[in-house]
């Protein structure tokens, strides 16, 4: 796919409701909004765990887009494990079943964690940072 290409759904690929089904369907990951206002790209990772009876867990990764000027990555957010398998295509298929509107919840629990709990929307900040009421 080249950039802005649009693709319509192939809806049988899936369950457009959770984190796999939705890349699946739209051949694209799925974008959230954060609790903060940003803009995040949502994808869903492995890797070992070390541990015999677990040996791969799966986690969310929410990469962060810039706000204004060219699209770019700012950063990202990963939870901990929150699957695991016997191999890695197992957790990525258990974490894979996971709606999104569970992984806006841990989304919107990693904004607040790194934030200290504000709910400030980055448009807010910037207005006081201006002197604006």
Sequence with gaps: MTPGQHLPPEYEKGD???VGG???VHSRPAALEGRDGMSYSLDLLSDSTGEAARPFGAYLIFVQWARVGAQKAEGHLETDFLAWGSTADDAERA???MTLTDAQ???DALVAA???GS???WWDVMREDDGAE
């Design 22 to 24: 939705y890349a699946a």
């Design 95 to 97: 974490l894979g079943s």
């Design 16 to 18: 457009e409701t959770t």
């Design 114 to 116: 790194r934030d200290g």
């Design 105 to 107: 919840r841990a989304l």
């Design 119 to 121: 709910t400030r929307r």
